[in-house]
């Protein structure tokens, strides 16, 4: 009976709860009505949901009148309806603002970038901000098509060359024009920024876009607008922290003592032709047998002067405010050891800004920003002979008769030569800063009126204070073997610039029609003073820099002023006819002081067009386009970075300036001319065409992409003069290059749902630059990069030839080594090269390197050269190598799970060529006292013949050996390189936890960069070049401070 009751019992129940169930059906659409198929339909915390079909129709059995139903689809902002007593539920789904309407920054305006119709590259904010760096250009390689960030070096604190689409000048600058938050900058030092504080970044890349910045705007504009107060009455504090360590992922491999003893033997041997004489019983009394030195482990002086280094990052932001006035202040502080020891990088970074509004016609904004970074320890400079990093690698590991292990003193190295000096010490004995202090103020107003125009009225002014110290204490190369003794350096320099931005906007619409117009006026004045104090000879280092006046020796004093002034107006008209049809004109006309007055005005116009194929009726009804644009567009831009004085007579009074004069002849202080007046110098001149496409998928999948044509003429060059001027050369408007190139973007959402998501950038860059024309019917430039005027004295690496790319690596041809076989032998001993082989000095010897003699001579009259002419010179060298990559990009994976984000970056360069000068020095038989790379050990010996390495030391290219030495094809490395630049892994604490603990964010990351590389270079890096003159000199990598590794764990709260 029990049993009855019970089973009865629980069918009521059953039955209950079936009633109270029921079906659901439905229709998903968008804002326009048209059905979305694919939707998802889930039941709030349940597993349990349906799709929509292609109708955007839905159906889901068994739903209670409690259940929450949420609706969503990519690209779409989620719905949640409560199902009730409703059995249909119709569902219309809004935009993501935050995809399709995502608001792009452009010259003095912003607009949604479905409406652009310029190329324009967005970075997110949150991407560049999410690791911690010590300056936010750090985080931009491989984010945006058609942007190319590389660095010279390691060194903590400097800033990374920036270059888009290709660079433009040959012998001035080639670096983009930054506009932060209305205001531009030429020379902006990226240290004067927290990057915690940007809100957009957005980089204008053709001209169309760029144009409305006229002389300033031929190398691309980098937007930065930085965050603002809040408005929604509530007060808001975020406090972030990070902490890690740098290290040098690898190091140069060098010699341990064995090697390094047996390479002296080989050398002896050499020297002596082989048989042991004189030279091999002077190694024998010195150094002793090779074996000795099997076990002894040595010394690498890389350890000596590396080190990983702690890197440390804080920020409190605070912000509050309302519609009616605001405030944001941040505060930051960065604290970089450098890997190198005694080298380092600090800064502070303070912003305040604030807005009023007096009404809703009349709103006033200010922002106060100071800055101090500070650069420390010996400048690694990689152009010059007394590199620590050279000194390093060229240390020998062992001291001659020594078979232990213990540390070498100073007194035990009477065999090292005249050029190495303990790196350790030289960078422990040389106080160097490079402190800058910046201070920046802009007042605003915005008024509007008539609802159709606004005006807007800003002006700021912007000053830096840069000191500069270098002493040089005993125990350094440049106090104990120089004249100059003990001594120090300072310079102060001073810049500032008060500059007025003023704009009218207009905006209408009239049925079909949509017009935006604006016109606008600049002024901008800027000026500088330096001065440069040396004193020589002090008796003591005991009371560092600021005691130069106690110094003995010479003083030696310059101080400099230079200014120069800009005024332009401007204007753009954007039309837009049925939301289909977009029109862009601009037009800007800056007159500088840099220029004579015949040359002082220069004009900038602009134009392009965009076509919404995706608003055609013949398109809007399929479902699955989500964009389809075409853009196309010209402009013309300038470069106006010159000297303030370059078309002027200069006059110029130094210490050594004067005349002599009277029969006593006395010294009379005195001016000369310093520069020669170029009355017809003008602006360098880029026109650029760019032809666009924007193409969606279902709302996940967008493709943007892009053609360009650049052609930059007048370009400044030094050309021959009369002798009668007192000048060899001054700089003319005769060259011309081009930049051609193809930017492809892929945005994907992979994966979309409640817990999981998945999306992806990739991007990918070709471009080709081109030398059409250079000075006066003038075919090549011949630049000699100066990286150790020790080494390749007299030595012209790099050329740039007309119909070739600028800077190419020049060279000779190498083609082995000379063998036995190629001499003639008379009674067992070498005569001369066998007829046929060419050669390059009196005195061949087996061993030494071979070069391919080019083909130079016409021997049937057909006007082509068809064979050499036996001698190795000048005229066999060719291009050996190009340091322009094929193409460049990034990918980036984003993942998010629940509360957890993870971000990973990979970063590429593709086909490039490296001038090797650290495996020119220290793997060649250069010096035979120093130490070098591993790959000596394969050094040629007649018993060794497979090899590059020769192995005697004579390659001099003449008759003599003191012709010096010359570059070859060997020291040519592929560069191309795959790095995994950057992982985040972050958690953020749940909302219903951060609610508990009345706090509205809590973050923890962890982050690297530089992590890992796939490169087949041998350095220490292949992103890197110390050439010292810019674009002719790229790609050469010769003792440059290593880039570094980085690991971080990061904490944010926000309350």
Do not use: C
């Not at 915005?446 to 204490?473: I, P, R």
């Not at 690496?797 to 190419?808: A, C, D, S």
């Not at 130490?931 to 020769?950: A, K, V």
């Amino acid at each position: 009976m029990k049993l009855i009751q019970l089973t009865l019992i629980l069918f009521i129940l059953s039955t209950a709860t079936v009633l109270g169930q029921k079906s659901i059906k439905g229709k998903v659409i968008d804002s326009e009505g048209i059905p979305i198929p694919g939707a998802n339909v889930m039941v709030k915390g349940a597993k349990a949901g349906t799709v929509t079909d292609i109708d955007g129709s839905y159906k889901l059995a068994n739903v209670k009148p409690t259940t929450i139903l949420v609706f969503s689809f990519i690209g779409y902002q989620n719905k949640e309806v409560k199902v009730l007593d409703k059995q249909v539920i119709n569902v219309t789904l809004s935009n993501d603002a935050t995809q399709l309407d995502e608001i792009v920054l452009i010259g003095y305006d912003a607009v949604k970038k479905k409406d652009l119709t310029g190329s324009v590259s967005k970075i997110k904010a949150e991407d560049l901000s999410k690791t911690a760096t010590a300056n936010f250009d750090q985080a931009l390689a491989g984010r945006a098509a058609g942007v190319k960030v590389s660095s010279n070096d390691g060194t903590p604190g400097n800033s990374l060359d920036i270059v888009i689409r290709g660079g433009n000048s040959i012998t001035g600058s080639n670096a983009p024009l930054y506009v932060v938050d209305g205001i531009p900058f030429e020379n902006f030092d990226p240290s004067s920024i927290n990057t915690n504080d940007i809100k957009n970044f957005d980089i204008l890349k053709d001209a169309s876009a760029t144009a409305i910045y006229g002389s300033r705007g031929a190398n691309g504009v980098i937007i930065i607008n930085t965050k603002g107060g809040r408005t929604d009455g509530k007060f808001e504090v975020r406090l972030s922290t990070a902490v890690g360590v740098q290290y040098i992922p690898n190091r140069l491999e060098v010699m341990g003592p064995y090697d390094y003893v047996k390479y002296q033997e080989t050398l002896a041997y050499a020297n002596d032709s082989f048989v042991a004489g004189t030279n091999v019983a002077t190694f024998l009394r010195n150094w002793g047998d090779p074996e000795n030195y099997r076990n002894v482990k040595g010394i690498d002086r890389q350890d000596e002067i590396f080190r990983t280094g702690i890197f440390r990052d804080n920020n409190i932001a605070i912000s509050g405010g309302s519609k009616k006035g605001s405030f944001y202040y941040s505060g930051g502080y960065v604290d970089q050891e450098g890997t190198l020891i005694t080298t380092g990088f600090k800064k502070f970074t303070n912003r305040l800004k604030f807005n009023s509004e007096v009404n809703e016609n009349l709103k006033f904004n200010g922002q106060l920003t100071y800055s101090r970074a500070m650069q420390e320890g010996l400048q690694v400079a990689g152009n010059k002979a007394t590199s620590v990093i050279k000194d390093a690698v060229s240390f020998r590991p062992v001291n001659p008769l020594r078979y232990d292990d213990s540390v070498e003193e100073e007194e035990d190295f009477q065999f090292q030569d005249q050029y190495l000096y303990d790196p350790e010490k030289s960078l422990r004995n040389t106080e160097r800063t490079n402190n800058n202090d910046e201070f920046a103020t802009t007042l605003g107003l915005n008024y509007t009126f008539q609802k159709k125009f606004t005006l807007t009225l800003n002006g700021n002014y912007w000053t830096k204070f840069n000191k500069t110290t270098l002493f040089y204490k005993q125990g350094t190369q440049e106090a104990d073997r120089t004249n100059r003794g003990i001594n120090g350096i300072v310079t102060n320099a001073r810049f500032n610039t008060l500059s007025t931005s003023n704009t009218l906007k207009f905006k209408d619409v009239k049925g079909k029609h949509k017009y935006d117009a604006l016109i606008g006026l600049e002024a901008q004045s800027r000026n500088s003073t330096g001065s440069r104090l040396q004193n020589t000879n002090l008796p003591t280092d005991e009371f560092g820099i600021d005691n130069l006046g106690i110094a003995t020796g010479a003083t030696i004093a310059t101080t400099n002023y230079t200014e120069n002034s800009i005024f332009s107006y401007f204007g753009r008209l954007n039309y837009e006819y049925k939301n289909r049809y977009l029109a862009t004109v601009n037009f800007r006309s800056d007159a500088s002081s840099k220029f004579t007055e015949e040359n002082r005005v220069g004009y900038f116009p602009s134009f392009s067009l965009a076509w919404k194929v995706s608003e055609e009726s013949f398109i809007k009804s399929i479902d699955a386009i989500s964009e389809f644009k075409f853009r196309g567009g010209w402009g013309r831009t300038g470069n106006d970075r010159i000297g303030d004085y370059d078309a002027y007579n200069l006059f110029s009074v130094d210490a050594s300036s004067g005349y002599i004069l009277g029969s006593n002849q006395t010294f009379y202080p005195g001016a000369y001319q310093s520069n020669l007046a170029v009355p017809d110098l003008r602006w360098e001149t880029t026109d650029q065409t760019n032809i666009g496409l924007d193409f969606g998928v279902f709302k996940r999948i967008d493709i943007t992409a892009d053609y360009y044509f650049k052609r930059t003429h007048d370009l400044l060059l030094d050309a021959e003069t009369s002798p009668s001027t007192g000048f060899d050369k001054v700089q003319q408007n005769v060259g011309e290059v081009t930049n051609q190139g193809f930017e492809f973007t892929l945005n994907t959402i992979n994966i979309k749902n409640k817990n999981f998501q998945w999306d992806t950038n990739f991007n990918i860059s070709f471009n080709k630059t081109n030398t059409v024309k250079l000075n006066n019917g003038q075919t090549a430039i011949l630049t000699d990069p100066e990286w150790d005027t020790q080494f390749m004295q007299n030595e012209y690496q790099y050329i740039t030839k007309v119909n070739n790319p600028v800077g190419m690596i020049y060279g000779l041809e190498f083609d082995g080594i000379y063998q036995l076989d190629d001499f003639v032998l008379v009674n067992g001993g070498i005569s001369s090269l066998k007829p046929g082989v060419p050669s390059y000095r009196t005195q061949m010897k087996p061993g030494m390197n071979k070069y391919k003699d080019q083909l130079t001579v016409d021997t049937n009259g057909d006007g082509v050269a068809d064979a050499g002419d036996g001698i190795i010179n000048e005229f066999d060298r060719k291009i050996i190598g190009n340091p322009q990559p094929k193409h460049t990009g990034g990918l980036i994976n984003n993942f998010k799970y629940k509360s957890f984000d993870l971000q990973i970056l990979l970063q590429w360069a593709y086909d490039f060529d490296i001038l090797n000068g650290n495996d020119a020095q220290f793997g060649t038989i250069y010096n035979q006292t120093r130490n070098g790379f591993t790959s000596l050990r394969d050094i040629w010996t007649p018993t060794n013949t497979d090899t590059e390495i020769g192995g005697m030391r004579y390659d001099g290219i003449n008759t003599t050996a003191s012709f010096g030495y010359k570059l070859d094809s060997r020291f040519v490395d592929d560069g191309s390189y795959l790095k995994l630049k950057t992982i985040v892994l972050g958690y953020n604490l749940p909302k219903s936890v951060l609610k508990d603990l009345n706090l509205t964010n809590f973050r923890i990351t962890f982050a690297a960069q530089n992590l890992y590389r796939w490169t087949s270079y041998k350095g220490y890096d292949p992103d890197v070049s110390v050439g010292r003159y810019g674009a002719l000199t790229p790609g050469l990598d010769y003792s440059a401070y290593p880039q570094s590794a980085t690991i971080t764990g990061g904490l944010e709260v926000t309350f």
